[in-house]
């Protein structure tokens, strides 16, 4: 009977501490994009996206993305940013990635890779954040985050001229982007 309590015992301790891991976790796996207008979070998704997530995390550690700016905005549709360049042409200094595609459709605030038109496996530092729910982009771009909060802030990202393909005069830039557990 002793043995099968401190079974029980160990067993309770052990839920418990992975339940506190669990947490922790999902503590860890949220990103910040800090704008002129405020602070945009997003929940990073490791569980479909595992490289492309490690590479957003890679680059925040960096500071890659403070100051580069959302260089094409289309209203309505999506805010994109990632490039130092600030052409849709740059990328970081790490090799592209593989596509991680999943079955998660495109909604208002989905954050997802960009890549060269008809190479998915080109995604690099660039990403989007949807407007508006974007069903003919599903299962064709990564998926690695949602926002959770900020999508106010999301809505406020200066526009382009849609005839230009959403390219931004005087864009918007990250001030400062960290991922959760990064003091620097």
């Given at each position: 009977m002793k043995i099968t309590r401190r079974l029980l015992l160990a067993a309770a301790a052990f839920s418990a501490a992975l339940g506190t891991a669990s947490i922790a976790r999902a503590e860890d796996d949220l990103l910040f994009i800090d704008t002129k207008d405020g602070r945009i979070t997003i929940k990073l998704?490791?569980?479909?996206a595992p490289k492309h997530v490690e590479r957003i995390k890679?680059?925040?550690k960096e500071h890659f993305y403070d100051g580069i700016t959302f260089h094409r905005v289309i209203d309505g549709f999506m805010a994109q940013g990632g490039d130092p360049d600030g052409t849709g042409m740059g990328s970081s200094r790490y090799p592209d990635l593989k596509a991680e595609f999943s079955d998660l459709p495109f909604k208002r605030g989905t954050v997802a890779m960009a890549r060269q038109p008809g190479d998915k496996d080109s995604a690099n530092s660039q990403f989007f954040i949807c407007f508006a729910d974007a069903p003919q982009l599903n299962g064709?771009?990564?998926i690695w985050g949602e926002v959770v909060s900020g999508m106010d802030v999301v809505d406020k990202i200066k526009k382009g001229d849609k005839a230009n393909n959403g390219a931004v005069d005087s864009p918007d830039k990250m001030l400062k982007v960290r991922?959760?557990?990064d003091a620097s």
């Open positions: 998704r490791p569980d479909i890679r680059l925040a064709k771009y990564t991922a959760a557990g």
